[in-house]
């Protein structure tokens, strides 16, 4: 069994492990209790550690690296309560005393024969892994509210009257902290901080200013009265003019925070379906370069398109043969997004028109079914239906050679849900209609061998 000792001392402290002995003051040195040993000296460190929660302390601190000897073999979690088997092997008392009740009596680790069922409790290795985690919440906490100083001090300078350079500073040095520090939002949003930043967007707010802006109000939570002032149109239209001319990251910023205030702030449809705004996201959807400017601006747009009166505006500035082309180009996430735009167009006959007409919709449609997901599946068909209803007998035959009779064959054997199947089964039979039986079929065979 490993022990801790200290030097020059024969005091010997167990702790349970892998069978070496550990000098105390060497592992503190190696980092294995911190690298402090403050906590072991007594005095007002150790006492305010005594009265700090274990369970609460593990449970903030859980991405931090937590030493290995500190870890339960069996959980693979931080020990509350270590205890000792006869093995000299360490466990959380609630994991091994469950291994032994389900009728085990070796040791997990070694599987060794336990020749005493009973358990020690480790109160040494408990100390040690106790002020380990005081000295790193303390820690923790120092810092947190250091940074919370650091953040009132940078609203205080903002409420001032400073050059447009400085308050640029300001606001980027308070875009990192909160960025940085998860603490600082509630600081933030409860000291007034969310009206103050707001009051820097306006119809003449330099786009250094409001890109640094956004970018704090992107990562706070907005009550309702808060997206209801950045609703007015002065803040949305700059909003809409960074998203066209700013850097991605203020574009996907932009984005993001438009789409918070789009949810229950009132926002009129008449705001979102500007076209600089629809453009502007087209935009950011075709550029490859950024993938997370592509789910943003999906996210956005489908948003905007659950707005029926807005869909007009989506289907006159080309976003259908644009968002088709980019298909086979998207990840899981965005398809799934694209499709449910491209389905919510399909609702208006200029939606199907223009579905209709461009050339890619019916093979990448196609090609979709029971290739992503069965709600990929499910839009795909919906799509399709909604160009076959608009013209049959000229999409059945492109449809057919594209392969969709064997793909909707593939469908109806599936485990997909019984509506899907049914819309499958009709559209196999409307596919059908435009050719004699022996054709058709060939043309089934046809396809799934080239496929």
């Known amino acids: 069994m490993p022990m801790y000792q200290r030097k020059n001392s024969d005091v010997k402290c167990e702790v349970g492990g892998g069978g070496q002995i550990l000098d105390l003051e060497t592992a503190v040195k190696n980092v294995i209790l911190g690298g402090r040993d403050g906590f072991f000296s007594g005095g007002q460190n150790q006492a305010w550690g005594d009265k700090l929660d274990l369970k609460k302390m593990i449970e903030q601190l859980d991405s931090i690296e937590v030493p290995s000897v500190f870890i339960c073999p069996i959980s693979l979690s931080p020990m509350r309560d270590p205890v000792t088997l006869c093995t000299g092997q360490t466990y959380?008392?609630?994991?091994?005393?469950?291994?032994?009740?389900?009728?085990?009596?070796?040791?997990?680790?070694?599987?060794?024969?336990?020749?005493?069922?009973?358990?020690?409790?480790?109160?040494?290795?408990?100390?040690?892994?106790?002020?380990?985690?005081?000295?790193?919440?303390?820690?923790?906490?120092?810092?947190?509210?250091?940074?919370?100083?650091?953040?009132?001090?940078?609203?205080?300078?903002?409420?001032?009257?400073?050059?447009?350079?400085?308050?640029?500073?300001?606001?980027?040095?308070?875009?990192?902290?909160?960025?940085?520090?998860?603490?600082?939002?509630?600081?933030?949003?409860?000291?007034?901080?969310?009206?103050?930043?707001?009051?820097?967007?306006?119809?003449?707010?330099?786009?250094?200013?409001?890109?640094e802006a956004i970018g704090i109000l992107v990562n706070l939570d907005l009550d309702l009265e808060s997206r209801r002032k950045l609703v007015q149109p002065a803040k949305v239209s700059l909003m809409v003019d960074m998203l066209n001319e700013g850097s991605i990251e203020t574009k996907v910023n932009c984005t993001k925070l438009i789409e918070m205030l789009m949810e229950g702030s009132g926002l009129k449809s008449e705001i979102v379906s500007s076209l600089s705004l629809l453009v502007g996201l087209l935009r950011l959807v075709k550029d490859k370069r950024h993938p997370n400017g592509i789910v943003a601006g999906l996210r956005l747009l489908k948003s905007i398109c659950s707005h029926k009166g807005v869909r007009n505006s989506v289907v006159s500035i080309g976003a259908i043969p644009q968002l088709v082309e980019i298909l086979p180009n998207l990840n899981a996430q965005c398809l799934e997004l694209a499709l449910y735009i491209l389905e919510g167009l399909s609702s208006l006959e200029e939606g199907r028109v223009a579905l209709k007409d461009c050339p890619r919709t019916i093979p990448n449609m196609v090609r979709l079914l029971m290739k992503v997901s069965e709600n990929c599946t499910q839009l795909a068909l919906s799509i399709l239906w909604g160009i076959y209803e608009t013209a049959p007998e000229e999409c059945a035959p492109v449809a057919v050679d594209a392969g969709l009779a064997s793909k909707l064959l593939l469908v109806i054997q599936s485990g997909c849900s019984p509506m899907l199947k049914q819309r499958s089964v009709e559209l196999l039979k409307l596919c059908s209609l435009n050719y004699t039986a022996s054709i058709f079929i060939s043309k089934c065979k046809l396809t799934r061998t080239i496929q």
């Open 92 to 211: 959380e008392r609630s994991n091994i005393l469950k291994w032994l009740s389900l009728g085990h009596f070796t040791c997990p680790t070694t599987m060794q024969e336990l020749w005493d069922d009973s358990v020690t409790p480790n109160n040494t290795l408990y100390h040690l892994i106790h002020s380990w985690f005081s000295q790193k919440y303390v820690a923790m906490k120092k810092r947190s509210e250091d940074v919370q100083g650091r953040a009132m001090e940078v609203m205080e300078t903002l409420k001032k009257k400073v050059k447009c350079q400085t308050r640029v500073q300001a606001l980027k040095d308070l875009r990192q902290i909160v960025s940085a520090h998860d603490s600082v939002k509630k600081t933030v949003a409860d000291n007034g901080g969310i009206s103050l930043i707001s009051s820097f967007l306006g119809p003449f707010t330099s786009h250094s200013v409001g890109s």
